[in-house]
């Protein structure tokens, strides 16, 4: 609890500090306590972008005038570049009264607003206005001046990454995807979650607003490329931060905007594509979107077979034990829309998705499980048929009024499921390895005279399963927000209500034999059922923000927060009725087995209360400083009420917590010319074991696998330190150098872990949740970019990533299982080189990862291994509309004990498009795996064991895909553009 009184600590200083500021700042405002400042921005309607430069005056009703200022601010980077806003400030008396805004800007008509100056508070000292939104002059258009200059592919704009798509070489008729995955510290990993510079990037967004919610693979799939114009990557305020216009706790996204190019924000886009390939591979998608100034509707559809992700011409860290398994159908389609007004008053948007997938995997895994006594082997057979169905609808309507001093959204959703599955495993462990062995020598082993394998094998498993479900869950979240009259305050009321059902019915034939024997078998047919399954959530909270002064805020927050989860599951033994068709309810409740049925009723009710502190300098000599303290004291009340056969137990937990929120607690320094960025960050955040876990129970619905509770279970304390640091150069207007670094230490106190007790007579596994001390981790990474060459041609990147770790289980062979730990080393450092001249572009690379593992444990065999990749690709405009794209790699695999795992691949992937009728069309030819040099075999290595895999699938074949697209632009957004 050490780190917890220094959290406290940090706080009572952070808190002790205010007075003495805002004593300081009182003095320096006394001059000014007569005035009040006036703030806003000026926009043109059609496009909505800043309008720099217009000057705006404020008049009396009688048109004399009270100020006038330029809507105007600049800001520099480096020494290079300067951006220029529209933001205005008038400081006029704080004097009640009628007013009128006049806008004038060259090319545009004069624009003139009523403007109310009223209710003025005393500590009140700025008030916004709302966004001004001029028309431009009707002209006629003389004619367009063609200029080239060398294209910038990055760069800062403030806090804003913003990326030039058009300056990276991507092959024709790639969607969003492919450009995203080119960017410079850009990173889409294997589970889709998109990360720059190390940093994980909550919301993809169009043109700053969401499209599909929080679906980020329909927005990567579906939008062309040659859609966008850049793609902005910074800290989104949300509606209740835009409305104050400060940034508050909890309220700001880590966001990436992908911005379209002018055609295609005004009139309806279509991008529809098609194809066939080897092996019976297919694809089909549509894609449309009607866009206005105010309103978006977008319309998709995609079905394929291909289950890939892979592209030719991509340099990226795709892996062939990152292939994906099995023959997958999808199937889906969807549709989006948001609306608003000119003047941002009110905004609505929602979604409806339809999707559905089959897939067909065939899996046979051969493991060596490391124990201390001597290796198992184990053996498995698997097949699986999967279908799956889901809807989903979610929505969002907000509005506040003209004069920003009430706001309110509401989010309704609705999810459905379904699924019907089919699965086939048969498996066995030997305590020797076994040479030949197939799934038939298993099933049929003990009526064959296989006397070897026979007298080696400890347990056989045969499992025959089907099972369906549904389920759904709804729910409704609203706030409400009013700003306090006479002055900066502000009141805000959350409020969420989510109910969930389930249901989920399966079927198990399951024969299980143990050693060499038949005799000693189990065969048991299972009927299981879990319904309904009830869960549901309110939660209300109330929260208060008070601004004493310029750059300091206070925030008291208090949630009550109210959860139900009610769950019924019953296994019947079917093997006790001599037929199980036309069984009805009755005659099941006579075959119920007890001891692994069970009803659960859990209950919590959390009190908590979130004080916050914001202070934030911007503009200074010293930079811009950004401090910011959030702990959350929670009271939380959980109980459970458990019955499993002889089992009716209660159990009550009470617990106080003082936690961090994630990333909402730090400390954020930064300088420009140069650019320098500093982060300290302070993470602690508690771990409630589950209730269930501590029930003292025993679970053996599958023999091989049982579960044990454990009563004396504490709470596990996640911590995490961070450290990093970022910097930026431009040297001239071609080079460019950015530079992070980052450290993070992680430790965790009391960690929860399922830790088991190995029978090697049987082979069964007995499972139990522990506590255990002395988890920890340490991470280090460093990304650099550098753009050099007379034109920036050239990019140089490295990303090293490392992570030193400390990870403790439980485990026992033939007693009681005892506390062992696995040291664990990573490094990652990924080495690009890239050049681009005109339109052809060549990108090298070198992927090295080194993995050492080791333990104290007894028989445990240290792992030293060590893969690299080399990767060669290239994108190249060809003559007469032709492109090729492709890549070349070799991937090797070094330093393990088993020869089989030390491998080389060496891959060959290529695609060539042809574009006709003036881009529209573009005819695409992919073939991967052109030297047939990959299998269906990966290899994996643990502290556990050696597992070797063998899946159903297709790693090579051809694709022919056309593609073709339509935009239209009324007449009058062209005039505009």
Same mark, same amino acid.
């Given at each position: ?106 090319? #545009? ?12 508070? +005393? ?176 319309? #998709? ?83 699986? /048929? ?114 969930? /059902?389930?249901?989920?019915? /399966? ?73 199980? $068709? ?110 269930? $876990? ?162 104290? +444990? ?35 695999? /070094? ?18 498009? #042809? ?35 063998? +899946? ?26």
């Amino acid at each position: 609890m050490n780190t917890l009184n220094n959290i406290i600590k940090i706080f009572t200083v952070l808190v002790m500090m205010l007075p003495a500021h805002s004593v300081l700042s009182a003095q320096g405002q006394s001059d000014n306590k007569d005035k009040i400042g006036l703030m806003g921005k000026v926009y043109d309607r059609m496009t909505s972008h800043e309008l720099p430069g217009a000057i705006v005056t404020l008049l009396r009703s009688d048109s004399s005038e009270v100020a006038q200022c330029k809507a105007l601010s600049r800001t520099m980077y480096g020494s290079e570049r300067i951006e220029e806003h529209s933001d205005f400030y008038l400081r006029v008396p704080k004097v009640n009264g009628d007013y009128i805004l006049r806008v004038t800007h060259e090319g #545009y008509d004069t624009l003139y607003v009523d403007y109310k100056l009223k209710n003025l508070g +005393r500590r009140e000292r700025e008030r916004l206005v709302n966004g001004l939104y001029m028309s431009r002059h009707t002209t006629r258009k003389l004619g367009e001046i063609t200029f080239t200059a060398t294209k910038v592919k990055f760069y800062n704009r403030g806090d804003t990454l913003v990326y030039n798509a058009d300056a990276f070489q991507l092959p024709e008729g790639s969607m969003l995807d492919a450009l995203i995955k080119k960017l410079p510290g850009v990173e889409i990993r294997d589970n889709g979650q998109i990360y720059v510079n190390g940093k994980f990037v909550e919301s993809l967004l169009l043109n700053g607003k969401d499209l599909f919610g929080s679906n980020k693979n329909l927005m990567l799939d579906n939008i062309g490329a040659y859609t966008v114009k850049t793609v902005e990557v910074y800290d989104k305020r949300g509606d209740r931060s835009e409305f104050l216009n400060r940034d508050l706790p909890g309220d700001i996204r880590y966001v990436m905007d992908v911005k379209l190019n002018k055609e295609y924000m005004a009139g309806t886009m279509l991008n529809v594509e098609g194809g066939i390939g080897t092996s019976d591979r297919y694809l089909g998608r549509v894609f449309a979107m009607r866009y206005t100034n105010n309103s978006r509707i977008t319309l #998709y559809g995609n079905v394929n077979n291909l289950n890939d992700s892979r592209k030719p011409g991509e340099n990226n860290t795709w892996t062939p034990d990152k292939m994906p398994s099995g023959v997958r159908t999808e199937r889906n389609g969807g549709i989006d829309y948001s609306a608003d007004n000119p003047l941002h008053t009110w905004d609505v948007s929602g979604n409806v998705q339809v999707s559905h997938t089959s897939s067909n995997e065939d899996v046979t895994i051969n493991r060596t499980n490391f124990l201390p006594g001597g290796n198992t082997y184990y053996y498995v057979y698997n097949t699986a /048929r999967n279908k799956n169905l889901a809807v989903s609808t979610s929505h969002r309507f907000y509005m506040r009024n003209l004069g920003k001093t009430v706001q309110f959204s509401v989010s309704p959703y609705f999810n459905y499921r379904k699924n019907d599955d089919l699965g086939d495993n048969v498996a066995a462990t030997f305590d020797s390895e076994q040479q030949e062995i197939d799934k038939s020598l298993i099933e049929g082993i003990y009526e064959s005279s296989a006397g070897s394998m026979r007298s080696a094998i400890v347990n056989r498993s045969i499992d025959r399963a089907k099972s369906n479900g549904t389920g759904y869950d709804t729910g409704l979240s609203f706030y409400s927000g009013l700003s306090i009259p006479g002055g900066p305050d502000y009141i805000e009321i959350n409020g969420e209500a989510q109910m969930t /059902r389930r249901r989920l019915d /399966r079927f198990s034939s399951l024969g299980i034999d143990y050693g060499s024997g038949p005799e000693s078998s189990q065969s048991l047919n299972r009927k299981f059922r879990e319904q309904p399954v009830r869960d549901m959530r309110l939660k209300g909270k109330l929260s208060y923000f008070y601004f004493p002064v310029n750059g300091v805020s206070l925030q008291l927050d208090y949630d009550l927060e109210w959860k139900k989860s009610r769950k019924l599951s019953e296994m019947y033994r079917l093997e006790a009725l001599s037929s199980v $068709d036309g069984t009805r309810d009755e005659e099941l409740e006579s075959i119920l087995d007890p001891g692994n049925s069970y009803v659960s009723d859990a209950r919590d009710m959390i009190h908590r209360i979130v004080p916050t502190l914001v202070f934030q300098k911007k503009n200074t000599k010293a930079g811009n400083i950004w401090i910011q303290a959030r702990f959350p004291v929670s009271m939380i009340h959980r109980t459970l009420d458990y019955r499993r056969g002889k089992i009716d137990t209660a159990i009550v937990s009470n617990t106080a917590t003082v936690s961090t929120d994630l990333m909402n607690t730090f400390v954020q320094w930064k300088l420009r010319n140069p650019a320098h960025t500093l982060f300290l960050s302070i993470d602690f955040k508690p771990e409630l074991p589950s209730l269930v $876990d501590m029930v003292d129970m025993r679970d053996d619905i599958d023999p091989l696998n049982i579960y044990e509770g454990n009563s004396g279970l504490k709470n596990a304390y996640n911590q995490s330190y961070g450290l990093s640091w970022s910097y930026e150069k431009m040297f001239g207007g071609s080079k460019q150098f950015y530079n992070t670094l980052s450290f993070y230490y992680k430790p965790v106190a009391n960690a929860l872990t399922r830790g088991y007790r190995y029978d090697s007579a049987t082979g069964v596994r007995t499972y139990k949740t522990y506590n255990v001390s002395g988890n920890r981790s340490i991470e280090a990474n460093h990304n650099f970019f550098l753009y050099f060459g007379n034109r920036g041609q050239f990019v140089l990147s490295n990303i090293l990533n490392g992570t030193w770790s400390n990870v403790g289980d439980y485990i026992g062979e033939d007693s009681e299982p005892m506390r062992q730990s696995v040291k664990n080393f990573f490094l990652n450092d990924r080495l690009g080189l890239q050049c681009q001249i005109g339109r052809q572009s060549i990108t090298a690379s070198i992927d090295l990862t080194r993995r050492n593992t080791s333990s104290s +444990r007894a028989g445990f065999t240290p792992i030293h291994a060590t893969n690299i990749n080399y990767s060669l690709s290239g994108v190249f405009k060809l003559p007469c509309n032709f492109g090729l794209s492709t890549d070349l790699n070799l991937y090797t695999r /070094r330093g393990y004990m088993d020869e089989m795992m030390n491998t080389t691949d060496f891959v060959w992937n290529a695609g060539v498009t #042809y574009t006709a009728a003036k881009g529209a069309l573009v005819f695409m030819l992919d073939g991967f795996d052109l030297l047939h040099q990959l299998n269906n075999v990966t290899y994996a290595v643990n502290a556990q064991g050696r597992t070797e895999t063998y +899946r159903n699938i297709l790693p090579r074949y051809l694709l022919l895909h056309i593609q073709y697209r339509f935009n239209f632009m009324p007449k009058k957004a062209k005039s505009r553009l």
